[in-house]
């Protein structure tokens, strides 16, 4: 086998431990399934905060700012409780488990590792909104991934109370969960209690100050941003589902930094972070899909070539909106040494000239909306920054379509050559 090849299967390897390790699984489809609610929120934060003097005017006057500010405080504000049940419903279920039991007792492990507060009457207590947002999220996974495995490893040992013959299905599981919630208030518990007795005075704080805030805070650098864009891109010269593979494990690094853009929006302050994750992602980074090849998807339209041209006008348009299989299989890119070189430029280009504007002010930092796969380009711009954002990606596009150009041009060239001689060809053999 040759060096590349040694190399693609090494690689291969590597992501496919990645992309088919359960937990890192029910992480990221944990946070997958809460996305709605995400997305809910932040169009009615986005709703909310519209800075037109007249429309707040309107919204006071009428009433409805009381109601549009409802969104998003019952959504992205409580997100680690969304997200806690939905990470522990898909843990329990990648080991066979009862899932619904599974996301049940987890949401109660983090209430209770959650610390309480008194309100002004000094008897009252209730839950702060601090650690049930983004900023609990990290906890929210790791008690959802704990409390998950250990519901599942308690039931299939058989260590539950066991219910006579012609009892329903739902007593006998309800019985059964009894086990692992009991063993789960005691971990939660003594975790509590353990953590109450450091300067850290709970789990909470503990987590963010020496794992959350580190981690987003390394993940908002440039050159870390960097690194996983292009292994993004690497995965998919070797036909591996780069995105998917790499935002399996930036996902909750990723979601925690936008959204605490969102939430200084909805505030009103100055948003924290300049390379907000997701978002910057989705809004420069991947104009047309990963690779940044939105740019090469105007040249197919332009192609000299049939074949080149006719996959243009198939892929222009999914690739506006950001799918762009039809190019990388299509071209294709995937182990494509011709275009490795713009698979890997193209999309560091335009991060890094998008980093730019934004760090010397031409366009504001991304409000953390989160738009969706498949929003058109320049309406994802405008959704999360604005006219300037919107503008900036249409920068973007022609930096993409430059690095691509020369290398596409060639390979353009090669194929009229292949396709002339095919035709000569064809046009010998009908005239023996």
Do not use: C
Not at 17 to 44: C, D, E, H, T, W
Not at 100 to 112: D, N, Q, R, T
Not at 155 to 170: N, Q, W
Request: charged share 10%.
């Amino acid at each position: 086998m040759s060096k590349e090849g040694t190399m693609r299967v090494k690689v291969q390897k590597f992501a496919s431990a990645i992309q088919k390790n359960r937990y890192v699984n029910s992480v990221s489809n944990g946070l997958a399934s809460v996305l709605p609610i995400i997305l809910g929120g932040a169009i009615f934060t986005l709703i909310d905060t519209i800075n037109i003097p007249a429309y707040q005017t309107f919204l006071e006057n009428t009433g409805l700012k009381a109601l549009t500010s409802i969104p998003p405080a019952i959504t992205i504000d409580l997100l680690a409780i969304y997200a806690v049940f939905a990470i522990a419903y898909k843990t329990a279920s990648q080991f066979k488990g009862d899932s619904f039991s599974a996301g049940v007792v987890a949401l109660m492990s983090f209430l209770i590792v959650t610390p309480l507060g008194i309100l002004d009457d000094g008897e009252t207590m209730a839950l702060s909104y601090e650690w049930l947002g983004a900023t609990g999220l990290f906890v929210a996974i790791f008690v959802a991934v704990l409390v998950g495995r250990l519901s599942t490893l308690i039931l299939s040992k058989g260590y539950y109370i066991k219910m006579p013959k012609g009892v329903p299905p739902t007593i006998e599981k309800s019985f059964a969960a009894l086990t692992p919630a009991f063993a789960a208030i005691i971990l939660m518990l003594i975790v509590r209690g353990l953590f109450e007795l450091t300067p850290y005075g709970d789990v909470h704080e503990f987590i963010y100050t020496l794992v959350q805030a580190p981690l987003v805070n390394l993940s908002g650098n440039w050159w870390a941003y960097l690194i996983v864009v292009f292994a993004m891109s690497l995965l998919w010269f070797f036909g591996i589902h780069g995105t998917i593979v790499v935002m399996s494990v930036m996902m909750p690094i990723w979601v925690g930094l936008r959204l605490e853009n969102l939430a200084a929006y909805q505030a009103g302050t100055e948003l924290p972070h300049m390379i907000p994750g997701g978002s910057f992602f989705m809004v420069y980074t991947a104009l047309g899909g990963t690779g940044a090849t939105v740019g090469l998807a105007v040249l197919l339209l332009r192609a000299k070539s049939k074949r080149y041209k006719t996959l243009g006008k198939l892929a222009i348009v999914p690739g506006i909106t950001g799918i762009n299989e039809p190019i990388m299989f299509g071209v294709p890119l995937v182990l494509n040494m011709k275009l490795l070189l713009p698979l890997i430029l193209a999309p560091l280009a335009v991060s890094i000239v998008a980093m730019i504007a934004t760090f010397v002010g031409l366009v504001p930092p991304l409000r953390g909306i989160g738009v969706p796969l498949g929003t058109p380009i320049f309406i994802s711009g405008f959704l999360e920054g604005g006219w300037r954002v919107a503008i900036l990606q249409a920068v973007l596009l022609v930096v993409s379509l430059v690095v691509y150009y020369p290398f596409f041009k060639s390979l353009d060239k090669e194929a009229v050559r292949v396709e002339g001689e095919d035709e000569n060809n064809g046009g010998d053999k009908k005239a023996v």
